[in-house]
């Protein structure tokens, strides 16, 4: 896969799933479908075909975003991210032009090294019926802390 040069206005977001990280260069106006399309194709480029038992969908509208419920606390509960979808042209005279900012990174508060979780829509089923606790994401954080104990056997060792 081509990589692309990165420029000052591209955003660096990082995608978690399970102990999978995935970096990604995107403009900070694209639409989230297409960083979809991105995050996905990045995946396939791998020649990984399931992420902890969840295959990868063919179509980029059933990969799910989520962001963490506290962005400064990545290990507690995470919620969906939800894109508006375009409306129809069917508007009534006088009401306002349906904003499209908010279907971007910027427009959804992502900022230069934001986290992301993803997770993979059953095909067979709708997003309604999609099954999963909304606030239950497979997303493992590292952590470096050592083991329980590790410390004070070297320290007795020595």
């Known amino acids: 896969m081509p990589s692309e040069k ?36 990045a995946i396939k480029a791998t020649q990984v075909v399931e992420i902890n038992g969840q295959p990868l969908p063919s179509d980029p509208d059933h990969v799910i975003f989520g962001v963490p419920a506290d962005p400064n606390e990545p290990n507690g509960p995470w919620i969906e991210l939800e894109i508006p979808e375009p409306e129809d042209n069917t508007r009534k005279k006088g009401s306002k032009k349906p904003g499209v900012l908010n279907a971007t990174p910027t427009g959804a508060g992502l900022k230069d090294g934001s ?5 993979f829509q059953d095909e067979a089923t709708d997003a309604d019926d999609l099954g999963m606790d909304k606030q239950k994401w497979d997303v493992i954080m590292p952590t470096f802390d050592d083991e329980e104990g590790s410390q004070t056997k070297d320290i007795e060792a020595v």
Do not use: G, N
Not at 115 to 119: E, G, P, Q, S, T
């Open 6 to 41: 990165p420029s000052p206005q591209q955003l660096t977001l990082r995608f978690k799933c399970h102990k999978t990280t995935i970096l990604l260069l995107v403009s900070p106006h694209e639409s989230l479908s297409s960083v979809k399309e991105k995050l996905l194709k």
């Open 115 to 119: 986290v992301l979780a993803f997770r």
